[in-house]
């Protein structure tokens, strides 16, 4: 089984970047596509970004310009880059990844962003 853990959150300003950091442990040898997904509050699940095996990159359209998404397959750890941060970016952002063809979720981090 994988297990991803999720780090980087915290409360930042308005404008002000971060960067989260998902590491994934145990049996990592199936590991697939590894993506961050945000939910705020009061709204559905969302996909922001995610990086194939290969390394192929996919940003949701609303994120474009804002984020980067990238991994180290040598410590299975993908990273968001967030930048020019606004307060609706204000949410938990969750990891996620494959495991072959089963979908992995970590526990979330939370971003807080004041205006």
């Known amino acids: 089984q994988v297990r991803l853990v999720e780090s980087g959150g915290g409360l930042v300003q308005a404008g002000e970047s971060l960067r989260l950091t998902c590491e994934a442990s145990?049996?990592?040898?199936?590991?697939?596509?590894m993506g961050w997904f945000r939910q705020a509050p009061g709204k559905e699940r969302e996909r922001v970004a995610h990086?194939?095996?290969?390394?192929?990159?996919n940003i949701a359209d609303s994120f474009k310009g804002r984020v980067a998404i990238s991994r180290d397959d040598n410590k299975n750890i993908v990273y968001l880059q967030m930048n020019s941060l606004k307060p609706e970016d204000t949410a938990v952002y969750y990891c996620?990844?494959?495991?072959?063809?089963?979908?992995?979720w970590g526990q979330g981090t939370q971003v807080t962003v004041s205006s």
């Open positions: 990086m194939s095996a290969g390394g192929t990159r």
């Open positions: 996620n990844a494959k495991d072959g063809s089963i979908p992995v």
């Open positions: 145990g049996t990592t040898s199936r590991l697939n596509a």
